[in-house]
């Protein structure tokens, strides 16, 4: 079967697609997050950003001109999210560029704090761990949707820092006792000089299989997002290498830590007041 699409079709009108695609250069890569399989060879759909000989078509005849052309990378979930909410004001090229893969870990009893850094870290504890280890325990979390996460398991937050950084958190922590932090495999490194802290890592960051489908040659961005160091890193794999970077004009990171590694690799970044996404498409919609 083959679907033809307008490429300026808002994300929020395409369907999510269970059969395996094959995607035409033609057609706009944001289409591809709702796709379940990407597949070159033997697909059961071939998807094109035109209308010929298609079976079924998706049409958006409203012309969309002169938006500022956004890479953004991201998780799908995210990306689907986002992209959702704002194609229709910004011109919006996708990497999906995180996946996240949980880990085998153990865990005692023997904890006054359990801290969730995000909310994968919720997700990816409460796989393993019975409700019943949070008894006379209490929970804190790095920023508001780690809080929402948790509590819909059932918990109320003890503590959320106002302004979404772990250093906010660990300066909360340092005097508290017998505190548990579940966090990625690579995590906030300071979180390691206080003695009365354990970081349990319960899941990773992998670099999802179809981030080849997502490089954009000869292209120039007015913006550039990323939303946690490996959302930058990970990109370079579509890229073959960091020089995608130098033709962004503007770099926005999610937050201090992002800010920092990126500036590492040698490029400028910017942050927006709070480490939100929704905070870094009010900064750029701010110019």
């Not at 033809?4 to 591809?32: A, D, I, M, Q, W």
């Not at 998706?58 to 890479?71: A, Y």
């Not at 799908?76 to 704002?86: A, F, G, H, K």
């Not at 006054?112 to 761990?129: E, G, I, N, Q």
Request: charged content about 30%.
């Amino acid at each position: 079967m083959r679907i033809g699409v307008s490429n300026n079709l808002p994300l929020r009108y395409f369907p999510y697609l269970e059969e395996s695609v094959k995607p035409l250069k033609s057609v706009n890569r944001k289409f591809l997050l709702k796709c379940k399989t990407l597949q070159r060879k033997n697909p059961s759909i071939v998807l094109s950003g035109g209308f010929d000989r298609a079976d079924i078509s998706f049409r958006f005849d409203k012309k969309l001109k002169n938006r500022p052309k956004v890479i953004f990378s991201a998780n799908r979930e995210d990306l689907i999210r986002y992209i959702s909410m704002y194609d229709m004001e910004l011109d919006i090229y996708p990497v999906d560029s995180l996946d996240f893969r949980g880990i085998d870990f153990v865990v005692d009893d023997n904890y006054c704090w359990v801290v969730f850094v995000s909310k994968r870290a919720v997700d990816f504890f409460f796989s393993k761990v019975n409700a019943r280890f949070f008894c006379s325990k209490r929970i804190a979390a790095v920023g508001n949707k780690t809080a929402k996460r948790v509590s819909e398991y059932g918990f109320k937050m003890d503590y959320v820092p106002e302004d979404f950084y772990a250093d906010s958190l660990i300066e909360f922590l340092k005097d508290k006792e017998k505190v548990l932090v579940v966090a990625p495999v690579k995590y906030n490194k300071a979180f390691d000089e206080l003695k009365n802290i354990k970081v349990l890592p319960v899941y990773e960051n992998i670099i999802p299989a179809t981030i080849s489908y997502y490089k954009y040659e000869n292209t120039e961005f007015d913006f550039g997002l990323f939303t946690s160091p490996s959302a930058f890193w990970h990109i370079k794999e579509a890229f073959g290498s960091f020089d995608f970077a130098k033709r962004i004009k503007r770099i926005v990171a999610i937050g201090k830590t992002t800010k920092n590694y990126i500036e590492s690799c040698g490029f400028e970044a910017h942050i927006p007041q709070k480490a939100t996404i929704s905070d870094m498409f009010e900064y750029i919609s701010k110019g």
